[in-house]
């Protein structure tokens, strides 16, 4: 019954490879989000995303894009992958009447 | 956009002892501040948040204070324990209701609690 979960949790790929990671939530929230830790644990918001918009950080580089099937998942799709990838990406969800905002296991990135 | 100050990077503390994590913002348009606990290899997990209309909140051994005129706000633990050791993250944000608005977190203290 996890609440946020996310898919898979370590990923290892070689330079230029285009990768996927899935996330899910089963709590009824309507919006969603991706943060990038680096290595040095600094979180940083990727993107936003609900049913009527998607707000991007603008330091995110176009290689990254956001991909929501429905409301229950926000996949994030990497083409291209850097070394500079390298590092946990965690989902998280929240419903548009509360403030908090939940956390997903997280996906460990190693590009190679 | 939003700027999030974190001190200090790395906090000792003797086992029973209180601590303070202290942050800082610029856009004083953000009206919601949480802190997150994130342990070795986990996830990061909500512990205490406080919204603008509010000065001080407390949850057991945790509290959080904000002061909106100075743009800071601060975690305090009281009567810390092994398992206080951690990686606190503070976050800030403007919520407008509907909107989907990501935090702006700190870079972390490392709250290391001594036996």
């Known amino acids: 019954d996890t609440a946020v979960s996310q898919t898979p949790k370590y990923l290892v790929t070689q330079m230029g490879n285009d990768k996927s990671i899935k996330c899910e939530q089963n709590?009824?929230?309507?919006?969603m989000y991706w943060y990038k830790q680096d290595s040095k644990k600094f979180l940083k918001i990727m993107f936003s995303y609900n049913n009527k918009e998607l707000i991007i950080n603008e330091t995110v580089p176009n290689r990254f894009s956001p991909k929501s099937p429905d409301k229950a998942h926000l996949n994030l799709h990497i083409n291209s992958l850097e070394l500079g990838d390298s590092a946990v990406y965690f989902c998280?969800?929240?419903?548009?009447?509360?403030?908090?905002?939940?956390f997903g296991p997280g996906t460990r990135l190693t590009v190679t | 956009g939003e700027n999030v100050e974190q001190h200090p990077s790395t906090l000792s503390v003797q086992e029973g002892d209180s601590a303070v994590i202290k942050c800082t913002y610029s856009d004083s348009a953000s009206n919601y501040f949480p802190w997150y606990k994130q342990e070795l290899g986990k996830r990061p997990q909500l512990i205490i948040d406080i919204r603008s209309n509010v000065g001080e909140k407390k949850d057991q051994r945790i509290a959080v204070t904000l002061n909106k005129t100075a743009k800071h706000f601060s975690l305090h633990i009281t009567e810390t324990q092994p398992e206080d050791s951690a990686v606190y993250f503070c976050a800030a944000t403007l919520y407008s209701g509907g909107g989907a608005d990501g935090l702006t977190f700190g870079k972390g203290t490392h709250l290391i609690i001594q036996p």
């Open positions: 998280a969800s929240s419903h548009y009447r509360s403030y908090e905002q939940y």
């Open positions: 709590l009824g929230h309507d919006t």
